[in-house]
């Protein structure tokens, strides 16, 4: 008598394998990838300067390319993104006084955030408007090797009455066309070290940025 015996199909084998494989394959990948996702806290501290030689130290652009600030994510109204943000205590409050003894102070926060590469990372929102100053733009920290930080702002202010005519002069504008206020822009990215205080200047107003 022949005694048979059912054989387990090759093809069904590989195939539940396979699928396991898979399974523990992009577990792993998870992981890695939240690993990889280092988290900073970062401050920063943006001011205007009231000396009004800035107005005139250059011949300022009377169009500037605003910032891009699609997809951002909001401090206010922080959504759902890989950045997991969350606003933190602020620790700068000291030089944030030194500050205000020569300047005004028209952005001052500081949050923690997931950083990735500069094409995964999103910006995060900027924006203030009062006393006759606009503030709108991005910041962006994105980690390469090290930790990069990327400004793009725009500030907006009322001219100064008793320089409006200086500041025509120099614009080489009429008088009577010279609008009421003037839009300035700020762009820059730089390496930046955790614990180090990082300064951004510009005539008319500057940064201060730390991540820890």
């Known amino acids: 008598m ?24 992009i577990g792993l990948m998870s ?26 130290e250059e011949r300022w652009p009377d169009e500037i390319e605003l910032p891009n600030t699609d997809n951002s994510v909001s401090l206010n109204a ?9 606003k933190r205590d602020k620790q700068l409050n000291s030089v944030a006084k030194k500050v205000a003894k020569n ?4 952005f001052h926060q500081a949050w923690s955030q997931n950083s990735y590469s500069p094409k995964k990372t999103p910006t995060v929102l900027i924006e203030n408007d009062r006393g006759g100053t606009r503030l709108l733009g991005t910041v962006k920290l994105y980690k390469t090797r090290f930790a990069h930080v990327q400004f793009d702002l725009e500030l907006e202010k009322r001219i100064p009455s008793k320089i409006r005519k200086a500041v025509a002069e120099n614009q080489q504008v009429d008088i009577d066309y010279l609008p009421t206020h003037w839009r300035f822009n700020l762009a820059e990215s730089r390496k930046i070290k955790p614990g180090e205080l990082h300064y951004i200047d510009h005539p008319l107003f500057g940064i201060l940025v730390k991540i820890r």
Do not use: D, M
């Open 103 to 106: 300047y005004r102070i028209v």
């Open 31 to 56: 992981v890695q990838s939240t690993a990889q996702a280092k988290n900073y806290t970062i401050e920063v501290i943006i001011f205007e300067n009231h000396a009004l030689k800035g107005w005139t």
């Open 78 to 86: 922080p959504q759902k993104s890989r950045l997991s943000l969350k």
């Open 2 to 25: 022949l005694t048979t015996h059912k054989k387990i199909s090759p093809p069904l084998f590989k195939k539940g394998l396979s699928f396991a494989t898979l399974s523990v394959f």
